[in-house]
Every structure is written in structure tokens, then in C-alpha cells.
């Protein structure tokens, strides 16, 4: 399957990706089109695998013994450590640029297509959906099978790993600004909610798949990010709010000022066998000083605080408004599914929603109660 040669060769592509992902490019597609190669390879690995494991190797393999077959398999370290390097690639996907990361994300969305396209044109469904490539838990214990398409899960796996740049907290070099306005809080966001848009789009697609286990697996995946995207946008609302809350607890500390002479007096005295100490005095000016830093740090948490609050609504809307589509879908199991989903988030997140969150949820209820024609499918959009 592998030469020691071609196994150096992937080794110093995988080195290039990790330390050079910001510089490829277009080469991006070069690289995603190898290393789908090399999933196959791994496929095969674990196929050749199965048949020793059983010793009842099929027609196409009669012709080959256990120990045969054992000799044709590479080196299992060597395929372990690739396959350890070229999941660590996407799960450090975080660490790019915004450039690179829409550069990677067109290079696995047109793999994503093309393998979404060959599995539905095809008469029987493909060896990579019949092999699982993973386990999701699903809501009540109950678990959904991740159909192995290398394309579809890099490109979730990317996602799941870049949440942050949809529901994170604003650049920290932004600031307030000078005219009093508050609309520069959003600068720099687009491309954020462009991420969560191409996302969208790939999953509208999985999700009107004729091939019903990736359908299951399209809302499950829905379900996982938008579950994690509120917990995400709640705690970093409840960690802006603590320090807001410690701030002004620390600006009332210094401005009770030191504690009595008396009681410091009393202490030197105790710890010093009797010995009278001086006592050290804060001059004025550093205490003033050290008041307005504080003030300015309080203020900054306040406007950020601000900011949050500020987006939540348009956060939530654009969350959950995919909710609408997915449930006019022409299949009964989407729509199912659909309705599934969005009580998992109430029952996790509902207690957090605003007004734009609770109105995207009364749409998706107002179309169970008046159904309309499926509507013309989300195409991923950059």
C-alpha cells in the first residue's frame, strides 16, 4: 500500500501543512486531494485488518494468506502516526489566519461537493458510507453513525474547531469609539458569520442527501455546533460579567482607602514582640493613579460587556434561523429531526434565548402549523 518512500513523502507534506498553512494558498487542494489518498490508504489498512482478524478472506483475497497479506500492510506505527498528524492538521485549523482558513475551507468544500455528488448518483451506496468513520452521542443516550467521507468530516472537524470565530469575544486592539459610537464593535465580524454561512450551506446539502444516514448525520452535526455555539456565547457573557463584577469590587475596596492605624499598629506589635514598626502610608498620587487604571479597565469591560449584550440578538438569529429551512425539507426525517433539535436547545439553552431567539423558534413553529412548499436549497456561500 505504502513504500518507506512514500511514507517519508506524506510525512514532509504533513510537516508543510502544519508549519506552512498560512502561506499555501491554492495549493491547499493539492494537498486535501493527497491526503484524501491517503485516507483510502487507511481504509484499506483496516480492511486488510479485518480479513486476518477473521481469517475468512473474501473471494477477491482467496488467493492470498493472513501471513501474506500481513507482509503487503505498512508499517502500522508509520500509519498511526500520519493518521495522528493528519487529524491534529484540522483540529489546529484555529491557529490560521482568516485567509488561510477560507482558503482551506474552498478547498474541502468543492472535495465536500464532489464526494456529496458521488454518493447520491450512485446506483449502490459507496463503500466509504457503508464504512463508519465514527460515533456521535445523540440526545438521549442514543448514538449516530458518522458516515466516512474524508471531505465531510475534515470539514466538520474544521469547523468544530473554529467556533471561537463565530461566537467570540470582539478583537482585543478594539475599542470604544472616538465619536461615541458603538458600530466599530462589529468591525472585523463578516467574515466570522461567512464561516457559519458555508457551514450552513453544506449542511442544507447533507441533509436533503437521498442517503438517509447522512442526512441523520447532517442534523446531528447542526445540533452539536449550535449547542456548542450558545454555550460558547454564554460563557463568555458570564465571564465579562464576572470581571465587570470584580472590577467595580476592587474600585470600592481602594476607595475604602487602607485599614485603621490602630489595628495595623496592633498587628506590628503582635508579630514584632512589642517592637513599634513605622507604618507604611500609599502617597496619594499612586492611589489616584492606581484608581484611574482600574477605572479604564472597568470601563473597557463594561463596553465589551456592551458588545456582547449588543450582538446576542443577531448572534441567535443567525443561529437558529437555519432551523426554518430544514424543516420545509422534502424529507419527513429532516423535518423530524429538525423539530428533535431545536428541543434540545431549548431544554440546554432556551433559559439564555433573547427576543430574535425566541422569534427564529415561533417561525420554526409557525411552519409545523402551516406547512409550505420546500423552499429552493442553501447553496455554501464564502
Known amino acids: 500500500l505504502l513504500s518507506d518512500k512514500n511514507v517519508q513523502v506524506l510525512k514532509a507534506l504533513l510537516n508543510v501543512s502544519h508549519s506552512l498553512g498560512d502561506y499555501l494558498g491554492g495549493t491547499w487542494m493539492t494537498m486535501l486531494r493527497t491526503f484524501l489518498c491517503l485516507d483510502q490508504v487507511f481504509r484499506l489498512n483496516e480492511r486488510a485488518l479485518q480479513i486476518i482478524a477473521a481469517k475468512k478472506p473474501s473471494s477477491k483475497d482467496s488467493n492470498l494468506s493472513s501471513k501474506e497479506l500481513m507482509a503487503n500492510l505498512p508499517n502500522q506505527e508509520d500509519l498511526e502516526s ?35 455528488a458521488n454518493a447520491a448518483t450512485a ?21 449516530v453513525s458518522a458516515p466516512r467521507i474524508f471531505a465531510v468530516n475534515k470539514l466538520l472537524l474544521t469547523i468544530e474547531n473554529n467556533m471561537h470565530r463565530v461566537v467570540g469575544p470582539p478583537p482585543p486592539d478594539l475599542g470604544p469609539a472616538v465619536d461615541g459610537k458603538s458600530g466599530s464593535a462589529d468591525r472585523g465580524r463578516s467574515d466570522h458569520f461567512n464561516l457559519w454561512e458555508v457551514l ?36 463568555e457573557l458570564k465571564i465579562v460579567r464576572e470581571a465587570c463584577a470584580g472590577a467595580d469590587r476592587g ?63 443577531g448572534l441567535e438569529r ?18 423530524a429531526s429538525t423539530l428533535g ?42
Open 318 to 335: 443567525r443561529l437558529l434561523s437555519p432551523l426554518a429551512d430544514f424543516y420545509r425539507s422534502k424529507y419527513a426525517d429532516t423535518r
Open 341 to 382: 433539535a431545536l428541543f434540545d436547545i431549548l431544554q440546554a439553552h432556551g433559559h439564555s434565548l433573547r427576543g430574535a431567539g425566541w422569534a427564529m423558534v415561533l417561525t420554526v413553529l409557525n411552519h409545523v402549523a402551516s406547512p409550505a412548499p420546500p423552499p429552493s436549497p442553501r447553496s455554501p456561500s464564502g
Open 200 to 235: 450552513m450551506g453544506y449542511l442544507n446539502i447533507m441533509m436533503n442527501h437521498k442517503d438517509s444516514a447522512i442526512r441523520r448525520y447532517g442534523m446531528q452535526c447542526l445540533k452539536q455546533f449550535l449547542v456548542q455555539a450558545l454555550e460558547r456565547a454564554n460563557e
Open 82 to 116: 500520519l493518521a495522528s498528524a493528519l487529524d491534529a492538521l484540522f483540529i489546529n485549523s484555529n491557529k490560521l489566519a482568516e485567509t488561510a482558513l477560507s482558503q482551506l475551507m474552498s478547498a474541502l468544500g468543492s472535495l465536500c461537493l464532489t464526494a456529496l
Open 123 to 143: 446506483e449502490v451506496a459507496p463503500e466509504d458510507i457503508k464504512q463508519l468513520g465514527g460515533v456521535m452521542a445523540g440526545s438521549g443516550g442514543n448514538q
Open 251 to 313: 474600585l470600592a475596596a481602594l476607595a475604602e482607602g487602607p485599614p485603621p492605624p490602630s489595628t495595623t499598629a496592633a498587628g506590628s506589635a503582635s508579630s514584632g514582640a512589642g517592637k513599634k514598626r513605622p507604618l507604611i502610608s500609599i502617597p496619594r498620587e499612586a492611589s489616584s493613579s492606581t484608581q484611574a487604571r482600574r477605572r479604564a479597565s472597568r470601563d473597557q469591560l463594561r463596553w465589551q460587556l456592551r458588545c456582547l449584550r449588543g450582538r446576542r440578538g
